[in-house]
């Protein structure tokens, strides 16, 4: 059986089958604490941590797999973890943990000084990311490691897509959560000797950008023509290697996305990346 990838509709949430491996779900940024004040370590009850962990049992259970991984942005605190979100960072990982699932994490950048407060049958992996049957999983604030770009398929959030539409009762601000796939081009695989290169090369045959599992999550509007800022990178070093598209949570096919050049094409004058919260 082939590897593949698959969002599960209607959730933020990916299924991945790889050959000969078991199945898994991956989301990324969970932003625990999103929305917390002074003395209060959540926000609103849509992004308690209580009502993310019942959500994410109920879609691990759904897809019928024992094994979930976030690929970054557990915590929304940049730096350390406040006393006040401990508490409910340990409670989340114990629900799904006592539910039987296997639970990992790949380290965002918001996740500095995650570790100490999660159970330890957590799997805490580097943010450089990780290789599960032939998919590569990342946070995409950096770059990843060697084995990840070797891999078939690559999962990536930060990012944060969306797209924006007129404002609607349910989406005051117009703004709608989405996915993003990529599908690069035959890398060519030479035997022939070659010069050394700042950066390994993507061999990977697409990647899918995961939507921001917090509701609450700002969505960059990615039909929206703005200076990129702080998510370029993905942008640049991704996207624009390959043909990306955009897609609903439901599905719907909201067509090509424009990408500026790579950065070796890049010159005055080129389009930029269309973000803009």
């Not at 990982?93 to 699932?101: E, I, M, N, P």
């Not at 991704?238 to 094409?265: E, K, N, V």
Request: aromatic fraction near 6%; hydrophobic fraction near 40%.
């Amino acid at each position: 059986m082939e590897t593949s990838v698959r969002p599960i509709p209607d959730v933020p949430a990916l299924l991945v089958r790889p050959s000969g491996s078991p199945a898994f779900v991956v989301v990324a940024d969970v932003h625990l604490g999103l929305g917390g004040g002074v003395g209060r370590a959540e926000g609103p009850p849509e992004a308690s941590g209580a009502s993310m962990a019942a959500e994410l049992r109920a879609i691990v259970r759904g897809e019928g797999v024992r094994r979930l991984l976030i690929a970054g942005d557990v915590k929304h605190p940049i730096v350390g973890t406040p006393r006040a979100l401990r508490p409910v960072v340990f409670d989340v990982f114990s629900t799904l943990l006592a539910d039987g699932l296997e639970v990992a994490v790949v380290l965002g950048n918001h996740d500095v000084g995650l570790a100490p407060y999660l159970p330890r049958e957590v799997e805490v992996l580097p943010a450089a990311g990780v290789v599960h049957g032939g998919v590569g999983v990342f946070h995409g604030h950096r770059w990843p490691a060697p084995a990840v770009l070797e891999a078939e398929i690559l999962v990536a959030g930060h990012l944060h897509p969306g797209y924006r539409f007129a404002p609607t009762p349910e989406h005051p601000d117009g703004k709608r959560r989405c996915w993003v796939r990529v599908e690069f081009p035959p890398h060519p695989r030479s035997a022939a000797p070659h010069r050394r290169r700042e950066r390994p090369e993507i061999r990977a045959r697409e990647m899918v950008v995961l939507p921001a599992f917090n509701p609450i999550a700002g969505a960059e509007a990615l039909n929206r023509d703005r200076p990129a800022r702080g998510r370029s990178f993905l942008y640049a070093r991704f996207l624009a290697r390959g043909t990306s598209r955009a897609y609903l949570l439901d599905g719907t096919d909201l067509g090509g996305i424009p990408t500026p050049p790579s950065p070796r094409g890049r010159g005055r004058g080129a389009p930029r990346a269309p973000t803009g919260r």
